[in-house]
């Protein structure tokens, strides 16, 4: 066969080419895109493992050769890692536990608009009796007359203010949307002198609300003090929360199981006969309690359940606790209360201080949280109003 020729002009056009490409070898340079649907364009912003980043890329002179990426950078799934609010003013040992099981559902609940701003919370107060004759002293838990107005005084000066135990509930269970320093003041016992004399002109004047921790014992066999009682509950300031039924041996993990079921259960029947309502929480008699007990006031359906610990405010998803009602698994079930005295007025300048911290530290961290809420639960966060 004889060899194949190229035409003049085809063979100058070959030339021309093989030496073009000789040239751009040579310097290192690829050739010019010869589509200008190939020339790269400036990439949107994206998020690369939870933090926010913006890669660009400028499109360069088109007297300038340049190549396609050989990669594409894509948005990552895994949300940034949040903190915690902590606070050098709890006591050591104690520390701030969590209860919700979503995060999206707390952050969502969190910055709610309609509901509490962070920084919002509890302070509750355990009073026995009130008495202008004073306190006696060590083992006496009588809080004297001057010191609640003391108490009430600064409570007041500081911006405090009462909410129902249903508010309470409403409030830790979903962030409902309560005064920013809230407390609930709760008397334990039948003490219903000390309500009569000393609570109820407190609670008149400042338009405030209150709880009796109420034990059942034999007051069926006291003559007047179920009528009493109720006249109290007439009023709209006083509620009735349970407080046993026997009370008085506490619930320790040498009871038995009917002495138990019997302390959590029993007052709920009597309890709602004469208030026309069941409680709402279960004021452990004594401050003691077993985690298997938690349990069982969980299932009788109490909403919160109050220790005689002294561990600080409480804020959604954020009650502080020591090691041992960690162990609970249940925060709401094993909830710490303040003392009435001595030191409450310390005890609510203490907890304005956390209320401000807590609140300067969501703010700080907003753009963590909604960036996590973007990445994990797929939809914005609103924006804080403050």
């Not at 109290?232 to 026997?246: C, M, S």
């Amino acid at each position: 066969m004889g060899t194949r020729r190229i035409a003049p002009g085809r063979a100058l056009r070959h030339a021309l080419r093989a030496a073009m490409l000789a040239g751009a070898l040579a310097t290192g340079c690829s050739l010019p895109v010869a589509s200008e649907a190939l020339r790269p364009t400036p990439r949107a912003t994206a998020v690369v493992t939870g933090i926010l980043a913006t890669a660009s890329a400028t499109a360069l002179p088109r007297t300038t050769p340049t190549s396609l990426p050989t990669a594409i950078p894509t948005a990552s799934a895994t949300p940034p890692v949040l903190t915690t609010f902590t606070t050098s003013r709890l006591l050591r040992g104690v520390q701030p536990a969590s209860y919700l099981a979503s995060m999206c559902d707390y952050l969502r609940a969190r910055w709610d608009p309609a509901r509490s701003v962070p920084g919002t919370l509890i302070v509750p107060v355990a009073f026995h009796g009130v008495s202008t004759a004073g306190n006696r002293g060590p083992g006496d838990t009588t809080t004297p007359a001057e010191d609640l107005q003391a108490s009430v005084y600064w409570a007041n000066k500081l911006g405090f203010t009462t909410v129902t135990m249903t508010q309470a509930a409403d409030f830790l269970e979903s962030n409902a949307s309560i005064p920013r320093l809230s407390m609930v003041w709760i008397v334990d016992d039948r003490n219903v002198g000390t309500v009569e004399d000393q609570m109820m002109p407190v609670m008149n004047a400042n338009d405030w609300t209150m709880s009796m921790a109420w034990p059942i014992g034999d007051t069926d066999q006291r003559q007047g003090l179920w009528q009493r009682a109720e006249a109290l509950a007439a009023t709209g300031r006083v509620e009735f929360q349970a407080h046993g039924y026997e009370h008085n041996l506490t619930i320790r993990p040498t009871s038995s199981d009917q002495y138990v079921h019997n302390e959590i259960f029993g007052p709920l029947p009597i309890l709602e006969k004469h208030f026309g309502r069941k409680p709402v929480a279960f004021v452990w008699p004594g401050g003691n309690f077993t985690t298997q007990a938690a349990h069982h006031v969980r299932e009788a359906g109490y909403r919160l359940g109050f220790t005689f610990s002294a561990h600080g405010p409480l804020m959604f998803n954020w009650i502080p606790l020591s090691e041992k009602e960690r162990e609970v698994g249940d925060p709401l079930m094993v909830l710490p209360r303040e003392w009435g005295y001595p030191g409450l007025v310390v005890q609510l300048r203490k907890s304005a201080e956390i209320s401000q911290a807590a609140h300067e530290f969501a703010l700080a961290n907003y753009d963590t949280e909604a960036a996590y809420y973007r990445s994990a639960c797929g939809g914005e966060l609103p924006q804080p109003s403050s």
